[in-house]
């Protein structure tokens, strides 16, 4: 409490001293400055002093910055600002750093940001090139990734109406996640095809299509329409349509893998290729229920680095040596 407020004050009274030596820095153009305003890119108070520096720094501190952001290792706070960080520079070389690493970046919260970063390039520079086929590729994938995420919800929603005992806190808990990213998914979906279609604000023809306006919701279908080609085409814009889930899905074509409806194996995929907080809550259900199958992909949590998840995967363990849960699956 007090102690805390106390190490509060004596930051705010420092970031004045943090502010000035940073606009000092780019008096002196020091490449020896680079870590330190690395260090001041987190806080916001700071980071545009920072990024200005860097810039001013020149190519040395591009070349630092790529380092950093190859870096997995770095702290998480630090790497998501480096992508706005590179999208100061000078478009080409900027451009080149974020295209090389957003295939291969596995934080999403990072591939997030190169894409922001992009964008903002482009929009500045329209006559900037970038690579159609790794922006196409990913743009597949987004959309596989979209169904996928539709699908899981579809399937958890009719596993709780065939057994009313699956329609916990925890499985509404997991229906809503689902649901954020799906729509998290589609925003990223529509910045990968503005990238593809420069000059064509496809974000907000996207936003008209959800618009309460009947002729706008027309007018940014047929201008998608128009704009996309197959296969992406009709799939893309059944996710659009006023549809209900399962004709969207039935639309979906070659980018909506097969999957089991099983409940219990779409919890175990879930718990494959969930993010954390996910995971946790697979886990948790899994032991509220009882669900002795997901007992082995369970075990297989257990092996990975200590953390969150695997605390939940131990207790979840814990209940299912237990007894059942009297009324699931009766």
């Keep these: ?48 002093e920072a990024r200005r520096t860097l810039t001013a720094i020149g190519s040395t501190a591009l070349a630092e910055l790529d380092r950093a952001l190859a870096d997995p290792d770095l702290d998480r706070k630090i790497r998501r ?25 596995a934080d999403g919260g990072v591939r997030y940001r190169i894409l922001r970063a992009l964008g903002r390039l482009q929009a500045r520079h329209p006559e900037l090139t970038l690579d159609a086929e790794v922006l196409g590729t990913a743009a597949e994938e987004t959309l596989a990734m979209v169904f996928s995420l539709m699908n899981w919800r579809e399937l958890l929603a009719r596993g709780a109406r065939e057994d009313p005992a ?29 990238l593809l279609h420069p000059g064509q604000d496809l974000r907000s023809i996207y936003r008209g299509t959800r618009s309460a306006k009947r002729d706008l919701r027309a007018s940014s279908r047929e201008l998608l329409e128009t704009l996309l080609r197959p296969p992406m085409r009709d799939p893309l814009l059944s996710l659009v349509d006023d549809l209900p889930n399962r004709d969207k899905l039935a639309r979906a074509g070659r980018y909506l893998a097969p999957m089991s409806d099983d409940y219990e194996a779409v919890l175990m995929s879930l718990l494959d290729r969930g993010g954390v907080a996910l995971r946790c809550l697979v886990a948790y259900q899994a032991g509220e229920l009882g669900l002795s199958r997901l007992r082995p992909p369970l075990e297989r949590v257990l092996d990975e680095p200590p953390g969150t998840v695997t605390q939940v995967a131990e207790r979840a363990l814990a209940r299912l040596s237990g007894p059942a849960p009297a009324g699931v699956g009766d």
């Design 81 to 105: 600002q480096l992508p706005r960080a590179i999208g100061d520079f000078e478009a080409g070389p900027a451009a080149e750093i974020l295209m090389r690493r957003f295939p291969i970046e």
């Design 166 to 194: 699956r329609a916990t806190h925890v499985q509404e808990m997991m229906l809503t996640l689902l649901e954020h990213r799906e729509a998290l998914a589609l925003e990223r979906l529509f910045r990968l095809l503005s």
């Design 1 to 48: 409490g007090r102690w805390s407020r106390g190490l509060g004050d004596v930051y705010k009274r420092q970031l004045p001293v943090r502010l000035a030596a940073a606009r000092a820095m780019r008096e002196i153009l020091n490449p020896s400055f680079i870590p330190a305003l690395l260090e001041m890119l987190p806080h916001r108070t700071l980071r545009r």
